[in-house]
């Protein structure tokens, strides 16, 4: 077996473009073959390269289970670290783009869908006043598809709430706010004409739940088990915001909402905000960034917005 010293000289003096390319392209896809037509490969000629690669390196990437090729080790190492090159290079090639259009850089966030009402609008529109000629890519999406993309390097910052606490050495995470959770119903619903009302009375009403492993879950069981009771009717589990909404108008519906977001539609008429006492936050809202990868300076005035939003 050849030294890690030269095994080192070799994967950067050898390593092609059309590896680093297929590698990247094997971790979005379960097959060799979707990987090969990613990136305009036959099949055959994608095994070439892998076998060049692993004669290179005198260590073995793949092995064959069945008719599948599975990454060893050191394949899934080299699999991981490929794609985040190759998402380091799109980056800067968006951002020499950006500043050859004459702005002065990019940026891309990735948003869990709640953040996408309030914090991050209010981020960039800070952003916006502030540095109008960065370029800012949003990807809105769940937030453990958002992590991924994270750790691949294709989004720069993340904003959400997680359902649980990340263990994650390589993700650094700062706490932005903690907004509180609110009862939320449609403009028409019998309970916005009582002036006095409790928990009991929501009970009475069929409810709309969040989903199963969800960090708003958690808040309305917790909210259950305190007022010893549960809705009659649980008629839907969803966590899809602009969907709940719609469904709560034209219906008796009881929702779960943030506060921040709840009070976005509440300004819009598109729901009430029930007078009973505001649950406590079942998680904060935080923004992450990958502890190995310095921000560029467009990407730390983004995160700088992010947190002056947030204290406001």
């Not at 991924?148 to 904003?159: E, K, P």
């Not at 606490?165 to 004409?193: F, M, S, W």
Request: glycine content about 6%; aromatic content about 4%.
């Amino acid at each position: 077996m050849k030294s890690p010293r030269k095994r080192k000289t070799r994967l950067l003096s050898r390593l092609r473009p059309s590896q680093l390319e297929l590698l990247a392209a094997m971790e979005r896809t379960e097959t060799l073959s979707a990987a090969a037509r990613e990136v305009n490969l036959t099949q055959p000629a994608a095994s070439r390269l892998l076998r060049t690669l692993a004669s290179d390196l005198d260590i073995g990437l793949f092995e064959r289970v069945g008719r599948t090729l599975k990454p060893t080790a050191a394949g899934r190492t080299l699999v991981r670290r490929a794609a985040g090159l190759i998402a380091d290079i799109d980056r800067t090639q968006q951002e020499l783009e950006a500043i050859d259009g004459g702005l002065i850089g990019a940026a891309s966030i990735g948003a869990g869908v709640s953040s996408c009402y309030v914090i991050v609008p209010r981020a960039l529109g800070l952003l916006l006043t502030e540095a109008p000629r960065i370029n800012v890519t949003v990807r809105e999406g769940p937030m453990d598809e958002l992590l991924t993309r994270l750790h691949t390097g294709h989004i720069d910052i993340l904003v959400g709430r997680f359902s649980s606490q990340i263990q994650n050495a390589d993700i650094v995470t700062r706490e932005l706010y903690r907004p509180a959770v609110r009862a939320v119903c449609g403009p028409d619903h019998p309970l916005t004409k009582k002036r006095a009302t409790r928990w009991n009375d929501l009970m009475a009403y069929p409810w709309i739940l969040p989903e199963n492993g969800t960090a708003m879950r958690s808040a309305a069981e917790a909210l259950f088990r305190k007022q010893r009771c549960r809705p009659e009717r649980c008629l839907v589990e969803s966590s899809s915001i602009q969907t709940n909404v719609a469904l709560m108008n034209g219906s008796d519906l009881i929702w779960l909402l943030s506060a921040d977001v709840a009070e976005y539609f509440y300004k819009l008429g598109a729901l009430r905000i029930l007078n009973v006492p505001p649950q406590a936050a079942p998680g904060a809202f935080v923004m992450a960034h990958l502890r190995g990868r310095s921000l560029s300076p467009a990407a730390q005035r983004l995160s700088d917005c992010l947190v002056k939003a947030a204290a406001t």
